[in-house]
Antibody
C-alpha cells in the first residue's frame, strides 16, 4: 500500500526557514513525481511546486520562486520542501502528494506556524 | 494563471438525494492533441488530507464509489453525487493540471439538509 509520511509540526519565527520531509513507501519512488500543496487555516489549497525524483527536475509556483526548494533523496525515498524567509502568511498545513498531474495519495500534512 | 471557480460555495442536500457541484475554468483545460480534459476532483473531510476522486474529468479513482460522477469539457465541469450518503459530508475541490501552477477551486462545502 502506498503511503507518504511527513515530519512533525514546526513553529518558526518570521524570517526563519523550515524544511519538511515526506517519506514514501509502497511503490518505486523514481516512477512518480512528488508535489507540495499548502492550506492556510480555513482556506483552500495552493499548489507550491513539483519534483521528478527520476531526474530532479522541478517546477515552482511563481509567487514562491526564490523562497522554496524541493529536493529528493532517492536512497531513502524521501522528498523535502524547504521554505525560507518565513512570514506570518506562510502559516499553513503543508502536504506532499504523489503525482505530477493529479495527486494521490497525500501525506498526513505538517502544520507550520510562523509567529514571533 | 488559470482561475478555477466553483459553485455554489456551500450546498445542503437531503440524504439519498442528488448533489451537483460546478467548476468553471478561466480558460479551456481540454488538450486537443489527446482530447483529454486536464481536470481532477478531490474530497476533504475535516482535518484529513484531500482524497482524489476523479481525474481526466470523468475517470473515477480506484475504490471511489460509483455514486460519484465527473462530467464536462473545455471550461465547464461538474461533480455529481447520485445519492448522498452521510459519509459524503466534506469540502470538494476541483483542480486543473493543464498548466502550472496547478490551481484549485475555492472549495464547495457539502452538508446534509
Amino acid at each position: 500500500q502506498v503511503h507518504l509520511v511527513q515530519s512533525g509540526a514546526e513553529v518558526k519565527k518570521p524570517g526563519a526557514s523550515v524544511k519538511v520531509s515526506c517519506k514514501a513507501s509502497g511503490y518505486t519512488f523514481n516512477t512518480y513525481g512528488i508535489t507540495w500543496v499548502r492550506q492556510a487555516p480555513g482556506h483552500g489549497l495552493e499548489w507550491m511546486g513539483w519534483i521528478s525524483p527520476y531526474n530532479a527536475n522541478t517546477n515552482y509556483a511563481q509567487k514562491l520562486q526564490g523562497r522554496v526548494t524541493i529536493t529528493t533523496d532517492t536512497s531513502t525515498s524521501t522528498a523535502y520542501m524547504e521554505l525560507r524567509s518565513l512570514r506570518s502568511d506562510d502559516t499553513a498545513v503543508y502536504y506532499c502528494a504523489r503525482g505530477a498531474k493529479w495527486f494521490a495519495p497525500w501525506g498526513q500534512g505538517t502544520l507550520v506556524t510562523v509567529s514571533s | 494563471d488559470i482561475v478555477m471557480t466553483q459553485s455554489p460555495d456551500s450546498l445542503a442536500v437531503s440524504l439519498g438525494e442528488r448533489a451537483t457541484i460546478n467548476c468553471k475554468s478561466s480558460q479551456s483545460v481540454l488538450y486537443n492533441s489527446n482530447n483529454e480534459n486536464y481536470l481532477a476532483w478531490y474530497q476533504q473531510k475535516g482535518r484529513q488530507p484531500p482524497k482524489l476522486l476523479i481525474y481526466w474529468a470523468s475517470t473515477r479513482e480506484s475504490g471511489v464509489p460509483d455514486r460519484f460522477t465527473g462530467s464536462g469539457s473545455g471550461t465547464d465541469f461538474s461533480l455529481t453525487i447520485s445519492s448522498l450518503q452521510a459519509e459524503d459530508v466534506a469540502v470538494y475541490y476541483c483542480q486543473q493540471y493543464y498548466t502550472t501552477p496547478h490551481t484549485f477551486g475555492q472549495g464547495t462545502k457539502l452538508e446534509i439538509k
